[in-house]
């Protein structure tokens, strides 16, 4: 276990050349549709990290064959036929996705399953969807605390035709539904109570459930999505680069002044963190050359600041709050509330490493300010088992020296190779 990395300050005009990875969010989905896919599916440009590996681990427990070329980012994935699941328990850390996602594709199904996940898993909510679930005939046990993971889920499929959900702590809740919903035994109307969050990734859900042959209607005075069953018969499917993971070297190039190429970056991307990029334009961000799955943006010696609603898209927050720091005029990020309730207390977790280094950061019950300061210094940076902490100020070392990143592997969530990549901006293209 690599305890800890120090982060070199850049040069001013530097040049680099990065890949990010596939996106954790389409992986996942992609392999829950694999999974209820009538025949063998071709996954490209798949992601490996924990939270997909702990989806590929859950998926081959519950039946599923699947091979994997890890250097050809390729996978393969067919699901057993079978109309009970095995009985058994899947642990999946502290993969929100695979947790989530996993509760309703049980429910296609009969069986009983054991859903279980690392400490701090077990401190996110899941009740909204399990009580969705139990209203749809399904029942579900909490092995330890009401409203959280562990859970034991014992199901006879599907059968009733209308549920009524709150996500305004998580999309995630509806995406299991909506990802699991054609493979329910009939008809089903979702009615969305209350706000729903990070919206977006309720689009790139829908938007792959009918690449791969579903039939799902939204009705915007009902509030309500139609799911109509459907079977899944996709060959094969491409996953984009990862957007939020795209949102690090894009802030690099900003509070460097440097010019970053970023390989793999998908241009019409499904995912609502591919809006990063405007903020950043905004902010003086300028992009120099743009391809199909190519981006070169390039910083400023000066940036001005921003004042954003980042409830679409909660993962880039932190990305944001460490660009602020060097940025003329504060930073206001607001209604995102849910970042308390994700790997960590996301708003605590940047006012504490944020402050180390002499910022100004002003946290709110949903948001936050940051005030930049003339001066910064090095610092210790706890980044609470959570890639986004570890990646964001990984940032901050760029400009300001004595940065040290502790327990840095946690970035194997969702970017493993994330500190091989920041290291390839230090080497001048010639
Ligand atoms: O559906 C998804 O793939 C995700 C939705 C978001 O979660 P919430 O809906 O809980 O905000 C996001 O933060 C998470 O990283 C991935
Ligand atoms: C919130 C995140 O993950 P999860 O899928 O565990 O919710 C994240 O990746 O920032």
Do not use: W
Not at 1 to 23: A, H, R
Not at 241 to 255: P, R, T
Not at 337 to 356: H, Y
Request: with cysteine.
């Amino acid at each position: 276990m690599l305890k800890y990395i120090n982060i070199k300050p850049i040069e001013e005009g530097f040049k680099g050349i990065v890949t990010i990875p596939g996106s954790k969010s389409i992986s996942n989905r992609a392999l829950i549709l694999g999974a209820l896919s009538e025949k063998k599916v071709i996954l490209k440009n798949m992601l490996f990290s924990d939270d997909t590996l702990y989806m590929i681990e859950g998926l081959k427990k519950l039946g599923a064959a699947i091979d994997i070329s890890q250097d050809k980012k390729i996978l393969t994935i067919e699901m057993k036929p079978q109309e009970t699941l095995p009985t058994c328990e899947l642990f999946i850390g502290n993969a929100g996705t695979a947790m989530r996602f996993l509760a309703s594709y049980i429910a296609t199904k009969k069986g009983e399953i054991t859903l279980t996940g690392n400490k701090r898993m077990k401190e996110r909510p899941i009740k909204d969807l399990v009580g969705a679930l139990e209203n749809l005939g399904v029942t579900i046990k909490y092995l330890e605390k009401e409203g959280f993971p562990p859970i034991k889920i014992i199901s006879k499929g599907v059968s009733k035709s209308f549920v009524e959900i709150d996500c305004s702590k998580s999309s995630q809740y509806l995406s299991s539904l909506l990802l699991s919903g054609s493979y329910f035994k009939h008809p089903l109307e979702i009615k969305i109570k209350d706000t729903l969050v990070s919206k977006p990734y309720v689009s790139m859900t829908l938007n792959m459930v009918k690449d791969f042959g579903g039939n799902i209607t939204f009705d915007e005075n009902k509030n309500s999505f139609f799911i109509t069953p459907k079977k899944f018969t996709l060959d094969e499917y491409t996953i984009e680069g990862d957007m939020s993971s795209a949102s690090y070297f894009l802030g690099a190039a900003l509070i460097g002044n440097g010019t970053i190429t970023i390989k793999n970056f998908f241009k019409n991307s499904l995912q609502g963190d591919k809006d990063f990029l405007n903020i950043l334009i905004k902010m003086g961000l300028e992009v120099l050359d743009e391809k199909e799955k190519e981006i070169t943006v390039c910083g400023k010696h000066s940036y001005t600041a921003i004042d954003v609603n980042l409830n679409n898209t909660p993962d880039v927050a932190q990305t944001l709050a460490v660009i602020g720091l060097f940025a003329k005029g504060n930073t206001i990020v607001r209604d995102v509330a849910n970042m308390r309730i994700k790997e960590t207390d996301r708003i605590t977790a940047l006012n504490n490493e944020i402050s180390k280094l002499g910022g100004l950061f002003l946290e709110e019950k949903d948001g936050f300010t940051i005030i930049p300061q003339d001066s910064y210094h090095g610092a210790t940076i706890e980044t609470y088992d959570d890639h986004r902490m570890a990646m964001s100020l990984a940032l901050a070392g760029l400009k300001i020296p004595g940065i040290k990143i502790l327990n840095p592997e946690c970035v194997s969530k969702t970017f493993p190779n994330f500190f091989e990549e920041l290291n390839n901006i230090y080497n001048r293209e010639e």
